[in-house]
């Protein structure tokens, strides 16, 4: 799986839209971004994931630029409760019977959203 | 959406003493899950693959025989710290992969050992 690089941490004010970017210089063709979030003393969640287009769910939108390099996770109002460390992570599919591996979390990017 | 149950929260036991963590899956069936550690202000760290009905596959510096993993069916993986020590302390988390739903976490279990 290709290595990402975040920030370690950032600040967002409150209902502000926060930007948080990746870089995944050695992505593979068939390797899709993922975004994770822990927030404190809990398990990771889950928030979205592409491959080359564009994406949007109910919690955020994924930006990867057209050469695949790098993305942005965009919260689009954030609110206290968004305060966590989130996790860029770039994984290629795999078969979901027998083989499967363990997700691999780099450090991540500590997110302070300030009231 | 899938769902991964883990029990119990939190735990505090005396050195030498086992403890064992549960894992469940909700309201998918799982072939495979997986057992992360976590020690404060640190990223989360894959220790062993849990396969059902065979042996976990231990990542390289876990000890196998201190982390047994027990995947007896498709929806309950248990990891059992044998003879715990103090530096053994730390936040366990498991995963479960479902198709369509990616890897699901629980919530985790916050092992003290005194």
């Known amino acids: 799986d290709a290595k990402t690089t975040q920030p370690p941490s950032m600040d967002c004010a409150e209902g502000r839209a926060a930007n948080l970017p990746c870089n995944h210089s050695?992505?593979?063709?068939?390797?899709?971004v993922y975004w994770y979030r822990q927030i404190h003393s809990q398990g990771p969640q889950y928030i979205i994931h592409?491959?080359?287009n564009n994406e949007t769910n109910e919690m955020a939108s994924l930006i990867i630029t057209e050469d695949r390099k790098s993305s942005t996770l965009i919260l689009p109002h954030a609110t206290l409760r968004d305060t966590a460390v989130y996790y860029c992570?770039?994984?290629?599919?795999?078969?979901?019977?027998?083989?499967?591996?363990?997700?691999?979390f780099g450090k991540g990017t500590h997110l302070i959203i300030q009231p | 959406g899938a769902v991964v149950s883990q029990h119990p929260s939190r735990v505090i036991c005396k050195s030498g003493t086992s403890v064992k963590i549960e894992c469940r899956s909700l309201?998918?069936?799982?072939?495979?899950m997986f057992w992360y550690r976590q020690f404060p202000k640190q990223s989360l760290m894959l220790m062993a693959t849990?396969?059902?009905?065979?042996?976990?596959?231990?990542e390289q510096g876990v000890e196998k025989d201190k982390f047994l993993i027990n995947h007896a069916s498709l929806t309950l993986s248990t990891l059992t710290v044998t003879s715990a020590h103090p530096e053994d302390s730390s936040f366990y988390i498991c995963?479960?992969?479902?198709?369509?739903?990616?890897?699901?976490f629980g919530s985790g279990t916050r092992l003290t050992v005194v």
């Open positions: 849990s396969n059902e009905g065979s042996k976990a596959t231990y």
């Open positions: 050695t992505i593979s063709g068939n390797e899709y």
């Open positions: 995963s479960a992969r479902s198709a369509g739903y990616g890897y699901t």
């Open positions: 309201d998918f069936q799982a072939t495979t």
């Open positions: 592409g491959l080359k």
């Open positions: 992570i770039v994984r290629g599919q795999r078969n979901s019977g027998g083989g499967a591996d363990g997700l691999t």
